[in-house]
């Protein structure tokens, strides 16, 4: 049934997309464990962190040029075989110091961006826009499952075979995944950049498009000032909350991120066998429901629920995950269908970028603030306002969030 409505495009996409996602799985739980046994230091892990994030924040804008200017498919599988190559060559010259995989890290972190460009700008000409939400569900379901397996199995292969074989086999993975993608059928016309001066002018006006649509600011505005607001409860206040104050043990703490991948399958499965396009009309009860679990969480303490807080947050944190898909899926999904595709990668690389820029100041502010005030707290002061803010988005841009979608958003000359 899937296969006739969404199309050999889309499959051989998706197919793609699984294979990459599952190397990649495996070696993001493999590298932490060899830098951990290597250097024994939470500095390194966080500095692998940081060669990651930098790097990508400051060539996305450069980026959505590219993806919009240049053939797509050539550089979604071009990218995937040159990674693929890399971590050949990594394995090949033994490039497995500390400070090499630092250095290598950075190059897949910037190969990754031009990478995201191409595909994000590609993906919604793949199937037809009343088949788009139900795309993207079936895609992140794999994902999720993915998530769910690969701690074990990266586990499992660092035990047997070390940093070595999660390295092959990414580097594997990433020639299957392109091996796919060739056979993509994609009609682009490319547009080749003459001068730096024209890379400038894109740059800015993916930012100038973005900002030139009311509708379209209304959606980013409202999805960037959740994100400052609540990303600081999942990245810093959620695990605070489970080690410290709760005293889970490492496995029981393993089971709250499974809860949330659990929760966060189900809704995708949810739209992508049931809802479809329909999900999009369930944004805001979604959105209110998933600020209530939210608020619910402040009061899962021992003090409050006793013996009753660890399976009370596992089923917190199980409904989060589930009414976060049915809220970030419609969302995407508005977006994907509202920005014409010439200037699709240089939006939604924008979009990144701005939300990355904004995620540290929350969680500048909470990290020191939690010893002192507590979680409840915590917790309280960043969903209450976001209830507000969501409360008047709903009361005045009700109509303009629902709407957006049904026709291509104008381009800025």
Do not use: H
């Amino acid at each position: 049934m899937f296969e006739a409505k969404l199309g050999r495009n889309f499959w051989l996409y998706t197919i793609g997309r699984w294979i990459s996602q599952a190397g990649w799985v495996i070696q993001d739980v493999a590298v932490p464990l060899y830098i951990l046994d290597q250097a024994g230091s939470g500095a390194m892990m966080s500095l692998f962190i940081m060669v990651e994030l930098i790097p990508r924040l400051l060539v996305n804008p450069i980026a959505g040029v590219i993806g919009d200017r240049y053939d797509r498919k050539k550089l979604m599988y071009g990218l995937d075989i040159a990674r693929g190559v890399l971590l050949f060559a990594v394995i090949g010259f033994n490039l497995l110091g500390i400070y090499q995989l630092l250095v290598v890290q950075m190059a897949m972190s910037v190969m990754g961006a031009f990478f995201s460009a191409g595909i994000v700008g590609m993906f919604p000409d793949l199937v037809e826009r009343e088949q788009l939400a139900r795309a993207n569900s079936i895609l992140q379901s794999g994902g999720q499952i993915l998530r769910i397996l690969g701690p074990i199995l990266g586990g499992l292969i660092y035990a047997i075979g070390g940093i070595k074989l999660a390295i092959l086999i990414n580097a594997v993975s990433f020639f299957g995944s392109g091996l796919f993608e060739v056979l993509i059928e994609y009609p682009w016309k490319t547009r080749k950049l003459s001068s730096l001066r024209e890379v400038w002018d894109d740059m800015v006006g993916g930012f100038r498009f973005m900002r030139s649509s009311r509708n379209l600011m209304v959606l980013v505005s409202f999805g960037v000032i959740l994100n400052t607001l609540l990303n600081p409860v999942f990245a810093v206040v959620l695990p605070y909350l489970a080690r410290i104050e709760l005293g889970l043990s490492s496995v029981k703490f393993g089971s709250v991120e499974t809860a949330a991948t659990l929760g966060t399958l189900a809704g995708n499965m949810l739209i992508a066998l049931k809802l479809g396009e329909k999900s999009e009309d369930f944004l805001f009860g979604a959105l209110f429901a998933q600020l209530l679990c939210l608020t619910g969480l402040a009061f899962v303490t021992r003090s409050i629920l006793g013996e009753l807080a660890y399976p009370s947050l596992l089923g917190i944190i199980g409904l989060i995950g589930f009414f976060n898909t049915l809220v970030n899926i419609p969302l995407f999904t508005k977006l994907q269908k509202a920005v014409p595709d010439e200037v699709r990668s240089r939006f939604f690389t924008a979009m990144e970028t701005i939300m990355m820029a904004t995620t540290p100041l929350g969680m500048a502010l909470v990290g020191p603030l939690i010893d002192v005030a507590g979680t409840t707290v915590i917790i309280l002061a960043l969903t209450v306002p976001s209830v507000m803010v969501t409360l008047y988005y709903y009361l005045r841009f009700r109509e303009t969030v629902v709407n957006i979608g049904s026709e291509n958003a104008e381009v800025v000359p």
